[in-house]
T-cell receptor, first 110, second 114 residues
Framework: DAGVIQSPRHEVTEMGQEVTLRCKPI?????LFWYRQTMMRGLELLIY????????DSGMPEDRFSAKMPNASFSTLKIQPSEPRDSAVYFC????????FGPGTRLTVL | EDQVTQSPEALRLQEGESSSLNCSYT??????LFWYRQDPGKGPEFLFTLYSAGEEKEKERLKATLTKKESFLHITAPKPEDSATYLCAVQANRRGSTLGRLYFGRGTQLTVWP
């Protein structure tokens, strides 16, 4: 199994630009999670899906953030417009016996 | 408020020097406690899940234990390749959610030197 796949691995953008992060969960896992990791706050849950349906989005910081899961094998996290304080590593995870994390996308907003 | 606290924040061990990492938690309705290892520039790697007090899990030089208020990750005779950040997370009940949320501690950064 290839594990959770995320793209891009690194993203550098300017403030105000739209950013789209992508995730392919492990096949057969019916839960998908988006986390953000920073030095200040550690790992924070942003949103999670069950069977492609958003269940808990209370961790999404504000309306600039949105997430979709159009099918069982793909999800996106979009930030529009991006701000420097959004700079972080964004992880996607899917759930089987435990939560399995992808390699992350390091986002830098200048 | 649900909380997960890990200690120490950083730990330096000489190769072969056994020690323990602590994860204390205050959550309403614990459904599971997870240990992860995270290497620099990578995502957390799943190690163990513990569900009830008294439960123990082992993997190579690592052993995880669970009580009603805390979990320990014991590292026996560590090697330099065990150097990483170890994260603890708890899955807690949450109203309206069948799954519950996963709350992470800030981690313990372990360095094992030869």
């Amino acid at each position: 199994d290839a594990g959770v796949i995320q793209s891009p691995r690194h993203e550098v953008t300017e403030m105000g630009q739209e950013v789209t992060l992508r995730c392919k969960p492990i096949s057969g896992h019916d839960y998908l999670f988006w986390y953000r990791q920073t030095m200040m706050r550690g790992l924070e849950l942003l949103i999670y899906f069950n069977n492609n349906v958003p269940i808990d989005d209370s961790g999404m910081p504000e309306d600039r953030f949105s997430a979709k899961m159009p099918n069982a094998s793909f999800s996106t996290l979009k930030i529009q417009p991006s701000e420097p304080r959004d700079s972080a590593v964004y992880f996607c995870a899917s759930r089987g016996q435990g939560w399995y994390f992808g390699p992350g996308t390091r986002l830098t907003v200048l | 408020e649900d909380q997960v606290t890990q200690s120490p924040e950083a730990l330096r061990l000489q190769e072969g020097e056994s020690s323990s990492l602590n994860c204390s938690y205050t959550v309403s309705g614990l459904r599971g406690l997870f240990w992860y290892r995270q290497d620099p520039g990578k995502g957390p790697e799943f190690l163990f899940t513990l569900y009830s007090a008294g439960e123990e899990k082992e993997k190579e030089r690592l052993k995880a234990t669970l009580t009603k208020k805390e979990s320990f990750l014991h590292i026996t005779a560590p090697k330099p390749e065990d150097s990483a950040t170890y994260l603890c997370a708890v899955q807690a009940n949450r109203r309206g959610s069948t799954l519950g949320r996963l709350y992470f501690g800030r981690g313990t950064q372990l360095t094992v030197w030869p």
